[in-house]
């Protein structure tokens, strides 16, 4: 079973009113996407703020893979894909809430977005339903140029060639010494 988890993140410490507007926001991507409300679950961490709480999100996530059965996790790559702080810390804190929960005997598999399009899973989807999707996140998208969504072209390649993630499990999620696949092919 996959359960989203957000973090709403955002470069530096933002307004509550900011927060709460992009929690709307990703509550009606996902309610797009068909992920009821019911089943939507928020860390309820602060914005721009993560890298200080990475802690509290490791166990907030490895809460959710144990109650629901949870045997996926998918997050962004070591680097955050874009840089972002925030993006970096749930890289890290999925990591371990993973690691956690094999040694806890549950069969879990990271998935880790890989911005080198080098990943070992491509994933490609429906151009239009990311777009659409990505059109309730208002906050963080520059005017209605969706392919440039953040005003940079990193994003671009996700929506029109789809994704590439390196895939962590088993003997490969424990050890702490391996590097993702997209590191090895540099």
Not at 60 to 81: K, W
């Amino acid at each position: 079973m996959v359960r989203p988890v957000s973090t709403s993140p955002t470069l530096a410490p933002v307004p509550a009113d900011l927060a709460q507007l992009r929690r709307h926001e990703s509550q009606r991507s996902l309610t797009f996407y068909g992920v009821a409300s019911e089943h939507q679950e928020y860390a309820g961490l602060p914005d721009g703020m993560l890298s200080a709480h990475i802690g509290s999100l490791e166990l907030h996530i490895g809460r959710l893979v144990a109650a629901h059965g949870i045997t996926e996790l998918v997050t962004a790559g070591p680097d955050g894909y874009d840089g972002h702080p925030d993006h970096i810390a749930v890289h890290h804190a999925a990591l371990s809430a993973a690691r956690t929960a094999l040694r806890a005997g549950l069969d879990v598999r990271l998935y880790a977005l890989n911005n080198l399009h080098r990943g070992e899973v491509k994933v490609r989807g429906n151009t239009a339903r990311k777009l659409g999707a990505m059109a309730f996140h208002v906050s963080q998208t520059v005017g209605s140029d969706l392919l440039r969504w953040g005003g940079s072209d990193l994003y671009t390649p996700l929506i029109i060639r789809g994704e590439t993630y390196d895939v962590l499990s088993g003997d490969l999620l424990t050890d702490t010494t391996r590097t993702m696949a997209s590191d090895r092919a540099a």
